[in-house]
């Protein structure tokens, strides 16, 4: 009897393959599953999830047991976590995986911004700050004002937290107990399961990992 193998994707969005388990801690999924509340609000929701994307935060930690996970993705995630709280995803990350399942994660690359910065103040741009700050999502153009914008702000994880460069990332999960950590690049696993849920625009000015536990 053959065991069917599980993989789970964390900070899903829009991408919800069905062969996969798609989760998102997003306050709008969480509106879109409210019993016909959900369905009355639907039009005006800015983003409409998948069917099958679920209510998950792998901070709390997702329903899904240890040690039962062959694969474990996220894109674009990490960096919207404060370190402290990566430092749990990573380690939850870690416990659902079974003994060799193989995690990949996708951040933008901070040294990749930071050079351009660098680049752009040496030729004496005048907004080569301006571009950092909007490029990186770091800082805040604009105050939240009023009850909706001030929800949207603590609960909209809109904003990068903590930037990543390689070395560092990879120190973090190296400490988290992962191993065979390598970079990784578009569709390069030799588990095909992942390119259901990996976008080669994501990898763009940005640095990937694939390691085990």
């Not at 709280?85 to 193989?102: F, P, Q, S």
């Not at 040496?122 to 770091?138: V, Y």
Request: charged share 30%.
């Amino acid at each position: 009897m053959t065991t069917r193998k599980r993989y789970v994707h964390y900070g899903c969005a829009l991408v919800a393959p069905s062969c996969w388990e798609n989760y998102d801690a997003s306050p709008t999924l969480r509106i879109q599953k409210i019993p016909i509340i959900g369905r009355l609000l639907k039009n005006k929701l800015n983003i409409i999830f998948p069917e099958n994307a679920r209510v998950g935060d792998i901070i709390k930690g997702l329903p899904v047991e240890s040690n039962s996970c062959d694969g474990v993705f996220c894109s674009h995630v990490l960096e919207h976590l404060s370190l402290e709280d990566l430092r749990v995803a990573i380690k939850n990350t870690y416990d659902i995986l079974k003994d060799d399942g193989i995690f990949r994660c996708v951040v933008p690359d901070l040294e990749s911004f930071v050079r351009i910065y660098i680049s752009s103040v040496e030729s004496r741009d005048k907004e080569a700050a301006l571009c950092f700050m909007k490029n990186t999502f770091l800082g805040m153009e604009k105050r939240p004002k009023g009850l909706v914008g001030l929800l949207k702000f603590f609960y909209g994880n809109s904003r990068h937290l903590w930037m990543w460069d390689l070395l560092s990332l990879k120190n973090e999960l190296e400490q988290a107990g992962f191993k065979k950590i390598r970079i990784a690049n578009f569709n390069d696993s030799e588990d095909k399961m992942f390119k259901y849920v990996e976008s080669e625009e994501r990898f763009i000015d940005a640095i990937a990992f694939e390691c085990t536990k």
